[in-house]
């Protein structure tokens, strides 16, 4: 069992307390009687991105209390980790329901498995999986972690995968970090970044990927070499 799945374990275990009595929801017509019956048509784990996706719109707004969506919270946790099978609630917007529901005042244990569960949910993205790491991605992230945490968790000398992520994301993104800093929702990081590419393990990891796929995936290897310059260059800079 990865961490990623204890992590949310622990979510089904802390939330299991709650549960679905008394739930009610606006009766204007805005909420569709199927999609009532479909959100109590199946055990808590058997429930799929289609069940609960027009309940997590509304939940808190004109559906349910806030007890209500900590029974369901560890599902809609467990199928945003599945990355496209609950493809209409990103972690972005399962914040923003958690700052709606004042989530910072609920219990210290509840506050931490949450916490736990997205630090183990961004390990397993960026360094288990071949990702997409965006500036969108990066932000959703710093909402429950800082900066630092986040980039300090990215082992890019683990995997490949972790390595495959680092070397697309600054070569979509290295100019704009080296020149002025990233900038995401009003601030800028550069120095995190700087202090990031530093670590002594990985030039000698890109040089060493380079040189493994230089025939079998030149357009990887070309990515890997222009990240590898600009990082060199930066480095250069540092010591003059």
């Given at each position: 069992m990865n961490n990623l799945?204890?992590?949310?374990?622990?979510?089904?275990?802390?939330?299991?307390?709650?549960?679905?009595?008394?739930?009610?929801?606006?009766?204007?017509?805005?909420?569709?009687?199927?999609?009532?019956?479909?959100?109590?048509?199946?055990?808590?784990?058997?429930?799929?991105?289609?069940d609960l996706i027009s309940y997590h719109g509304s939940a808190l707004y004109t559906w349910g209390d806030t007890e209500h969506y900590k029974?369901?919270?560890?599902?809609?946790?467990?199928?945003?980790?599945?990355?496209?099978?609950?493809?209409?609630?990103?972690l972005d917007e399962f914040q923003i329901k958690l700052e709606y529901a004042e989530w910072k005042t609920w219990p210290d244990i509840e506050q931490q498995v949450i916490i736990d569960y997205i630090m183990a949910d961004w390990i397993y993205f960026v360094n288990t999986c071949c990702s997409e790491v965006s500036d969108t991605e990066l932000l959703a992230y710093i909402k429950f972690l800082d900066v630092k945490k986040v980039l300090q968790l990215w082992d890019i000398a683990k995997s490949d995968e972790a390595l495959h992520n680092f070397v697309y994301f600054f070569y979509y993104y290295g100019t704009e970090i080296l020149n002025d800093g990233l900038h995401i929702a009003g601030k800028r990081f550069r120095s995190e970044f700087l202090e990031k590419i530093s670590e002594k393990e990985i030039i000698p990891k890109l040089e060493y990927s380079f040189f493994q796929n230089e025939q079998n995936n030149p357009d990887y290897a070309d990515k890997i070499s222009i990240v590898l310059q600009m990082i060199e260059q930066e480095m250069k800079i540092k010591r003059m």
């Open positions: 799945q204890i992590a949310i374990d622990n979510l089904y275990e802390i939330f299991s307390k709650y549960n679905t009595i008394g739930i009610h929801h606006c009766d204007c017509g805005c909420i569709d009687t199927h999609d009532v019956k479909k959100l109590n048509s199946k055990p808590l784990r058997e429930l799929e991105a289609d029974h369901f919270l560890p599902r809609i946790c467990e199928l945003i980790s599945e990355k496209g099978s609950f493809r209409f609630v990103t």
